[in-house]
């Protein structure tokens, strides 16, 4: 497709589980963000890919939380041992950068996340 | 730290009304600077960004360096502006980093 892609769309996990997440950025956009998006607590950063390396991974709440990517293309945010408080709404996002200049960053539709 | 801090959590108008969202960075050279706006069940998205000076669906956003803010302008607005409205600046490190958001409610 054109757009980011992120799967799956709803993901429901029991406390202590494991989730991984996917993202599928625009072919060719070599800039990845993954934030989260909370009720009432707007859009939260946790970590940005240049290539496949990660310049930026003070937004990780925790070290239950992990990212990684491959291929300078397809991203998974890893977490582990799921809280209650991890429920959120996960955004992925993917721009083409020009030397160190931002060009319109393109979201997905993002995963909902419930740990019950 | 680099820093976008948007003050409203909620603002509420009515239509015909002007409105105004505050957005101020923190100061780094000559920051890119957005706004991105999520409509009711849809993604997130650009709505204009400061270097193009473009009027989008009647919105302007002016930089000034002094204050360094980037609000977020209409003269009149619509019920279809509700939405949830987003400022966001380019890092030094190529990322991009966002304020926390103004949920925008326009009345009938």
């Known amino acids: 497709g054109a757009g980011v892609s992120q799967s799956p769309s709803n993901k429901v996990t029991e406390k202590g589980k494991d989730v991984e997440l996917r993202c599928d950025p625009i072919s060719g956009h070599t800039a990845l963000y993954w934030y989260r998006q909370s009720l009432g607590q707007g859009l939260e950063f946790l970590i940005y890919f240049q290539g496949n390396s990660a310049p930026d991974k003070s937004g990780l709440p925790s070290d239950r939380f992990s990212a990684e990517r491959t291929g300078g293309s397809v991203s998974t945010l890893t977490i582990q041992r799921t809280q209650q408080e991890d429920s959120a709404v996960y955004l992925c996002?993917?721009?083409?950068?020009?030397?160190?200049?931002?060009?319109?960053?393109?979201f997905g539709q993002g995963t909902r996340l419930t740990v019950v | 730290a680099q820093r976008v801090t948007q003050p409203e959590k909620l603002l509420s108008v009515f239509k015909g009304a002007p409105v105004e969202l505050k957005c101020n960075y923190s100061?780094?050279?000559?920051?890119?600077l957005f706004w991105y706006v999520q409509y009711s069940r849809q993604r997130l998205q650009l709505l204009l960004r400061h270097i193009s000076r473009e009027s989008i669906k009647g919105f302007t956003a002016d930089l000034n360096k002094g204050e360094t803010s980037f609000h977020l302008k209409k003269p009149f607005a619509q019920e279809e502006d509700s939405a949830m409205y987003y400022c966001?600046?380019?890092?030094?490190?190529?990322?991009?980093?966002f304020g926390k958001g103004t949920k925008l409610s326009v009345k009938p």
């Open positions: 100061y780094s050279g000559s920051p890119e």
């Open positions: 996002a993917s721009s083409l950068m020009t030397g160190r200049r931002n060009t319109e960053a393109f």
């Open positions: 966001a600046r380019g890092g030094s490190q190529g990322n991009l980093i």
